[in-house]
């Protein structure tokens, strides 16, 4: 077995009523007494922060509210959130939402504590200097950001570039599947199967796959196959919510030390240039992305194999026939939970195709971990058969 290292948060919080105990989780971390929380508008009109605020103010803590975070963090936003934050000078920063604000609250926690731009971030290991303490509480279960050291944000261009060092890995994280009940429909589903994409890509990643993260990717996986579909046919079903958000944070856990591949990558230009979420531009691609995999790495097949068994998936004897079935499998949960299947339902054409496969092969930093090499013509296939 190769040397490998395997990095996580230290404290994680999970159960229901945990928001509304946030000051004596934070007790844990210090004596803090101006409080910052990183949010959205539509957490704000949900009402998911109310029993954090109600927690932190009977704790007599000073409290101010950033709820401009917007989906794929653009640049100006960041630098806006962290110009307002840095006027209220807080000792400690909470991001309470989805992946764009626990994003966004990771680079408000580093450049309100520092000298830095954000401009400098970009890449990997760009980050220096102390950051502020960080909790995250996630009310989606989907991105792993709680416990990843990457945030993206969205250049001016429309480029996606991630900022990705250790100082990015929060200091608590709270799971309260309380905060996701109201979740929509649509969104539980693309989320769930944006944390599916994180474990099965942990588990063929050609660079830093390890047998800790190919674990935690299966017990994910497990989790989350058993509670999506009733997640999403009922949005208060406690036990379910509660598998998604410890699904989700364990695949987050997995492919932070072992990256993700092409899936991802040609998602990227379907969310950039279309505006389509992450988790459902994940989805569009997943199924025919693994196919090429399937067929061109022994690997990938294996490792598709070895889920089918952990699923308990049945039907299938050889290597290659579980691999298929895998993935008919993911097809089926993605129709029963309701999310688009064809590139056209989401307003692509024939004629982006192109455009769409030029971007995406110049996502290098994620192309290199898929198990099997794709050139820009293999990309082009790929929009080709999710159209």
Known sequence: ??????????????????????????????????????????????????????ALKTGEKSVFVYDGVTND??????????????????????????????DTAKLVAILCAGAQELDELYGF???????????????????????????????????????????????????????SFGLPRHITAATGIDAMVHAIEAMTSARMKNPVSDSLALIALTRLHGAIERACRQGDDREARTQMLLGAMQAGQAFANAPVGAIHALAYPIGGQFHVSHGLSNALVMPHVMRFNAKNSASACQVYAQIYDRLALAGASMVADKAAALIDE????C????????LTQVGIKESDLAAMADEGITIERLLKNNPAAMSRDDIFKVYEAAL
């Open 1 to 54: 077995m190769n040397t490998f290292s395997f990095d996580t948060v230290s404290h994680i919080i999970v159960g229901g009523g945990a928001c509304a105990a946030l000051d004596s989780h934070l007790q844990k971390l210090g004596a803090f007494k101006k409080i910052a929380i990183i949010t959205d508008a539509g957490i704000i009109a949900a009402g998911l922060i109310e029993p954090a605020l109600v």
């Open 330 to 333: 993911l097809e089926r949960i």
């Open 125 to 179: 290991d760009q980050v220096n200097g102390e950051r502020l303490p960080l909790v995250l509480v996630p009310t989606t279960a989907g991105t792993g950001s709680e416990v990843t050291p990457i945030s993206v944000v969205t250049r001016q261009s429309g480029e996606k570039i991630g900022i990705i060092a250790p100082s990015l890995f929060a200091d608590m994280v709270v799971l309260d599947p309380e905060l």
């Open 335 to 342: 129709r029963a939970i309701g999310l688009e299947r064809h």
């Open 73 to 102: 963090p653009p640049s100006y936003m960041v630098r806006d959130a962290v110009k307002k934050t840095r006027a209220f000078s807080p000792d400690c920063i909470i991001g309470i939402g989805g992946g764009s604000t626990m």
